[in-house]
């Protein structure tokens, strides 16, 4: 990867409202002699949370479903549930390609039955330096929002954006959260988006992501998940399908801290280095 060291205002943007849609809903007792931001963000929460759940337009169980859509996005996976509210988890991994990445993940309810998920991973170079590691100049970042329209069915709109100038990438398309019984009793929780149409007009994308959880092993502290995407790339001699794919093994130590071994394969990368194994730590705020 080029290096740059330039950072846009979408990715500060991205960086804000992540930090503002998942701040913790603050105590009003203790707040009501003291107005200050941090607590406006926090009470601006609260009135999103309470106008996507009681909105007309949406069911009042749709931020649940956007809760389990938490444990199988990305490579990002929550064994808390908290009806309404948002979340927000920090991950950091050593690659074994040579490099670090830091990853920032949030996810809200917003009005008319709206979320918002996200997040932005931080990547020093992979130059294969040791001292290059904590070097976390380059970036990638994604949102999302989303609604159901009809029943398991809906609609995503989604901003992508790599390292470097005018690389922003936005897709629209739809998205189906299966649900069964079958899923149910077996743990498992599938989420596929289908987003045939891209802003660069070069190709369309396939993605899914699951989570198995294993509620009779190692005391129910083991799980796995991960996600698949599928971009496919049309254009002069360029007809290709490129994959970006984790698997991620996760052991929880304690609450909200969890041990993390994961499968990484991006073919975006030279043929040499689209294949790595990741190892680190994640933490639940």
Same mark, same amino acid.
């Given at each position: ?105 949030? !996810? ?71 649900? !069964? ?41 083991? !799980? ?62």
């Amino acid at each position: 990867m080029a290096q740059n060291h330039f950072i846009n205002a979408q990715t500060i943007a991205c960086i804000v409202l992540l930090g503002w849609a998942t701040h913790a809903p603050a105590n009003e007792d203790a707040d009501a002699d003291n107005p200050s931001i941090t607590n406006t963000f926090a009470k601006n929460l609260q009135t999103l949370a309470t106008a996507s759940s009681t909105t007309d337009t949406a069911a009042p169980n749709e931020v649940l479903d956007f809760e389990e859509l938490w444990e199988g996005l990305d490579h990002h996976a929550s064994e808390t549930k908290t009806f309404g509210k948002a979340k927000l988890s920090l991950e950091y991994q050593f690659d074994t390609r040579g490099f670090n990445t830091l990853n920032l993940t949030g !996810s809200a309810p917003l009005p008319g039955g709206w979320n918002i998920w996200g997040f932005v991973d931080f990547e020093s170079p992979d130059g294969g330096v040791d001292d290059s590691r904590t070097d976390l100049s380059e970036f990638f970042f994604e949102i999302d929002l989303k609604r159901k329209v009809w029943n398991d069915f809906g609609v995503v709109l989604e901003v992508n954006d790599p390292q470097g100038v005018d690389n922003a990438l936005s897709r629209v398309g739809l998205f189906w959260t299966p649900k !069964s019984q079958f899923l149910k009793d077996h743990n498992l929780f599938f989420f596929v988006k289908v987003f045939p149409y891209e802003s660069d007009g070069r190709g369309y994308q396939i993605s899914f992501a699951w989570n198995k959880k294993f509620p009779n092993i190692l005391d129910g502290r083991f !799980s796995v998940g991960g996600f698949f995407d599928a971009n496919f790339e049309n254009g002069p001699g360029k007809d290709k399908v490129l994959i970006v794919s984790d698997t991620q093994f996760r052991y929880r130590l304690v609450d909200g801290l969890h041990f993390l071994a994961e499968v990484r394969v991006n073919e975006f990368f030279d043929a040499k280095k689209d294949v790595g194994v990741g190892f680190g730590f994640q933490y639940y705020f």
